[in-house]
């Protein structure tokens, strides 16, 4: 991946150390080069708990995988189509472990329940930390190269995961959005479909009990919704054990660093006012250069700086956020 547009939020930890648990999938059974497949009960939830979430699944025996969460072990990176829904463009899972969770999302305003994972056990009206999201192999090429109804991305063009949060049935206040392509800036070098896996941070949702997975696409040519695939993948689903209490609120610490990897400058587009520092460190935690933020973005001459990995610290009102970014 070439470029990368990160939006993540901060949380401040509590004093006390809150449990989590991973949902990996490296458990579930498979034979070589499969996927998950339950032909049972035609039109019902057949999916499987992993970590402490259930990821639901509903297939037809006539028509196959109407949508939700299917564990896979498929490599495939190359061929594109219908045929091939559950390899990842990664061709491995996170860390290239051997097992990750294909996600199709059909629209959740007519499915609601293909989509949303539920949180079980002691997960339940607790808060999510993340996942691990990449593109699917089929809708990662379909975007580069067009397929059947949809077309190659071209400028302005975009694919947008939305995560939702619900307790008690209603939504939660915010939702984050993470794009799997985003093509709309002007320097062409900027855009990118993803294809290595990328954290998506969810504390900003707070105590839940279920989220919603939806995607979107700028191709909905022809009338009929989205042209896009609507699959995409899925790894080390990380939940955990005790609430969000006030000294653990979720701060609006909101911007967007790019491009990632850096070669001479690194741009940093602070949505929150509250922010007054970022400080650039090396991965040992030893500071480099420190930036007043006085406006809304931030330029950061990374041309001198050695090929490797660093942190940015944004800081103000006490708290403060990290996100890690590469220099080639």
Known sequence: MRTFTLLFTAVVLATTV????????DDQTLS???AYVNLAG??????FNDGLAHFPCVYDSTYGWQGGFAYSNKVDSVHTGYMFPYSV???AGYGG?????????????NFTYYTRVALTGAAINKPVSGFYVTNSTYGYNTIRDGYFSATAFDSGSWFLLTIKGYTG???????VNFYLADFRAADAASRYILKSWEWVNLSSLGNVDSLQFHLNSSDTAGGFGMNTPAYFCIDNFTTHESTLGVNAAPL?????VYPNPATNALYVDVADAAVTTILLTDMAGQA?????????????????LPSGNYMLHLTGNGKSATVKFVKQ
């Open 252 to 256: 609006a610490y909101a911007a967007k």
């Open 42 to 47: 035609t039109g019902s939830d057949v999916g």
């Open 288 to 304: 480099i250069s420190t930036y007043a933020v006085t406006q809304k973005q931030v330029e950061i001459n990374t041309s001198s």
């Open 89 to 91: 463009k990664a061709a």
């Open 97 to 109: 472990s051997s097992k990750y969770c294909a996600v199709y999302c059909n629209d959740p305003s």
């Open 18 to 25: 809150r449990a989590q648990t991973v949902a990996t999938f």
């Open 32 to 34: 070589t080069d499969t």
């Open 169 to 175: 049935g209603s939504l939660t206040a915010d939702s």
